[in-house]
């Protein structure tokens, strides 16, 4: 299998893929991208490169004789005008600056295809460690009940409407009501807006009700980005009154997997893998 460059943002998917690879006995190394790289990824070879410094990436990739890259990780959007940037950064930022006018996505399929440019293959995190992905079927907690299970193929089917009009990729339903769609405020936002509606719409700690649904947008490239829960998103959605969350099997990222769904069963919480919907003509 050819080398890996992980190139790590923010968070601790970078960390759960670099584990992953050391112990899977897979070739890599981690460029760290310096002030948002966990500290753990110092212990894995690889090197601590600015985010602006596209040159001195590519030399280290090539020094390492990666083929591939996998790029994962928050890295929020930077000022482009007041970055610093050596020759290649010079060269290909003005080109990503102008994608992201199209917003992340536009962006991060240019970067995309400046690593491709440069002859790596692209890899996403599922591809990196597959133990990350949510699996089909129920996950955590106890299994939905009939009602719990409608509000879960609703939220699934609005989760899905709202991402291919290219808005979100998280809504929740409670009662067969849309209660809250995401936007750009993020799935945390969108949770705590949900545990300010009445109480005659959402659940409680002691009678749960309503789904988070959390699926990719059709046009995303899951290879980019996927859409990722984590334990903080567990605790969100308990503090909601929801009763449980689901993802697409397979395009779902569940960081610290066996802690997320311990603390899901431990708050009353279901974590169900929905499986991709059927292709229509």
Do not use: W
Not at 44 to 71: N, S, T, W, Y
Not at 168 to 176: D, H, K, L, T
Not at 187 to 194: C, G, I, M, S
């Amino acid at each position: 299998m050819d080398k890996l460059g992980l190139i790590a943002g923010g968070g601790l998917v970078p960390v759960e893929i670099a584990r992953y690879l050391k112990r899977s006995g897979r070739p890599y190394c981690v460029i760290r991208l310096e002030g948002l790289a966990d500290a753990e990824l110092a212990a894995h070879p690889g090197h601590d490169i600015d985010v602006g410094h596209f040159q001195k990436i590519f030399v280290a990739l090539a020094q390492e004789g990666c083929r591939a890259v996998c790029m994962v990780g928050y890295v929020k959007r930077p000022d482009f005008d007041a970055m610093q940037r050596d020759e290649g950064g010079a060269a290909h930022l003005p080109g990503i600056q102008a994608a992201g006018r199209g917003g992340d996505d536009s962006l991060l399929r240019q970067v995309a295809r400046v690593f491709e440019s440069q002859g790596y293959a692209i890899e996403g995190a599922h591809d990196a460690n597959p133990e990350l992905c949510l699996e089909e079927g129920l996950q955590a907690g106890e299994a939905p009940s009939p009602e719990a299970r409608e509000d879960m193929e609703e939220a699934f089917r609005v989760a899905h409407a709202l991402g291919a009009l290219d808005i979100g990729q998280a809504a929740v339903v409670a009662g067969r009501i849309t209660l809250a769609v995401e936007a750009q405020e993020g799935t945390d936002a969108l949770l705590k807006r949900v545990a300010t509606l009445s109480p005659v719409l959402i659940g409680t700690q002691g009678r749960r009700k309503g789904v988070l649904a959390k699926v990719p947008k059709p046009i995303q490239d899951l290879r980019l980005d996927m859409p990722t829960i984590g334990v903080q998103t567990v605790e969100a959605a308990a503090a909601a009154g929801l009763c449980g969350i689901v993802g697409q099997a397979g395009a779902l990222l569940v960081v610290d997997k066996a802690r997320v769904y311990a603390r899901a069963a431990e708050l009353g919480l279901f974590i169900y893998g929905h499986a991709a919907p059927a292709q229509t003509d």
